[in-house]
């Protein structure tokens, strides 16, 4: 730390905080391309709560939650209420796997065409590792607002 409060970053931490800029980044973006089909094609997100939970939604409330998950994506793309917008994302992404475990104990079953049928179900989890572990390191994510705002010593409302 210097006597302006600004700490300065080893290589290893700006190795870190790149390799979580990645995963950040990239997790932010597969889950907006998701919440943005809500938004582009909210009938289909009908199907799937009516398919998956037996429940209808309004368009409205399809809106509403692709709105909220965008609004999230961003938070995580800039790294901002880190502990807040990164958990939000994890939370919904446990919904989403423990909706769909069958898929977990046949990853290799195809379709009669011969489409694997399960792989969206195996990537689900890889994602879930991903947010853990983007969750556990979020005091090693240096290059995002949060990030900054430590490093200069800022008021913590944001982590």
Not at 43 to 72: C, E, K, P, T
């Amino acid at each position: 730390m210097t006597s302006d409060n600004t700490i300065h970053l080893s290589t290893q931490d700006r190795l870190d905080g790149l390799a979580l800029l990645i995963l950040r980044l990239g997790l932010a973006w597969f889950i907006f391309l998701w919440a943005a089909h809500k938004i582009i094609t909210p009938a289909q997100y009908q199907n799937l709560v009516r398919y998956f939970d037996g429940a209808d939604v309004s368009l409205a409330q399809v809106y509403i939650v692709g709105g909220a998950q965008i609004a999230l994506c961003v938070l995580v793309a800039l790294g901002v209420l880190r502990y807040a917008s990164y958990g939000s994302l994890l939370v919904m992404h446990v919904f989403t796997v423990t909706r769909r475990w069958e898929g977990f104990f046949d990853p290799f079953a195809v379709n009669d065409r011969g489409f694997p049928v399960n792989r969206n179900q195996v990537i689900d989890l890889a994602v879930l590792g991903a947010f853990i572990a983007l969750v556990l390191l979020v005091r090693r994510d240096h290059f995002s607002v949060g990030g900054w705002l430590a490093r200069h010593d800022r008021p913590r409302w944001w982590m």
